[in-house]
Nanobody
């Protein structure tokens, strides 16, 4: 599975960006078998889960830090996942990575969907910089 992110850039605080993640290379399983999420890593910090969507039932999950500001969605016809980011703050500055992992039967909450260790495939990342 290959994941390619786009849409990062420089934006002022309070502004918006939309990230895209185009997925390809599905062989054994189809797109809707997976959960696809967005993770971010700021300088000097660990990578953290931001949002994830279970493609099969389109159920979204969000971290507390972005809930109410970010919206994740998927276009199954295009094998693409989007992250609409509104009301951005300098604390959102990071490299944002798209990641995919197969839905596991025991995944029942954001704890699982936003876990770095739960993802099997990663994109190269797109940088988001929010200026104050």
């Amino acid at each position: 599975v290959q994941l390619v992110e786009s849409g990062g850039g420089l934006v002022q605080a309070g502004g918006s960006l939309r990230l895209s993640c185009a997925a390809s290379g599905f062989t054994n399983f189809t797109f809707d078998y997976y959960a696809i999420g967005w993770f971010r890593q700021a300088p000097g910090k660990e990578r953290e889960g931001v949002s994830c969507i279970s493609i099969g039932n389109e159920k979204p999950y969000y971290s507390d830090s972005v809930k109410g500001r970010f919206t994740i969605s998927s276009d199954n016809a295009k094998n693409t996942v989007y992250l609409q980011m509104n009301s951005l703050t300098p604390e959102d500055t990071a490299v944002y990575y798209c990641a995919a992992g197969p839905n596991r039967p025991w995944w029942s909450s954001a704890q699982y969907y936003l876990s770095v260790s739960g993802m099997d495939y990663w994109g190269k990342g797109t940088r988001v910089t929010v200026s104050s």
